[in-house]
Structure formats: structure tokens, C-alpha cells
């Protein structure tokens, strides 16, 4: 709700960051779901994971820096990762 910009240290903007993934991720965290199994028995699963983030990578990233970013994801705890190339 700023009318300006504000210059703050590259540290308190990575805290900043850091405390706002993990509030995101803590307040959408899904450790189980339950569905059916191949027999069609009804079973409680467990999925740790967050569909609240998601990682989009783009053309101008290496494959390194993609692999980076997918290995960072999963860390993150969520299945919505996706690349400019496959959209």
C-alpha cells in the first residue's frame, strides 16, 4: 500500500522472501489425500506437498540453471513446475 519505493539491504529482502515462502507453504501444506487404490478401495495417501507455488522457467535459462530450479522446487514441496518451451 506504499506510494513509493523504499531501498532496503539484500538481506532483509532475502529474509523477507524466505519468511513469506514458508508462511505461503505452512499455510497450504496438503500431507495426505485420500483416493482409491487399484482395487478400488478407498485409501488415505500420503503427497507432501503445496499447490500454492509454482516455478516457471523460461527460455533464457541454461539447463543447469533448470535443473537447479526443479531440484528447488520439489525442496519447496510443489508439483507445479513448468518451462516457456512447453507452453
Known sequence: GADRWQEISWDEAFDRIAKKV???????????ERAKDKDGVEREW?????????FLGGAQNTNEECYLFSKMARLFGTA?????ARL
Not at 46 to 54: C, E, F, L, P, Y
Not at 80 to 84: F, I, L, R
Open 22 to 32: 514458508k508462511a505461503t507453504r505452512d499455510a497450504n501444506w496438503i500431507a495426505t
Open 80 to 84: 507445479y513446475v513448468e518451462h516457456q
Open 46 to 54: 500420503r503427497v507432501n506437498r503445496t499447490d500454492a507455488i509454482g
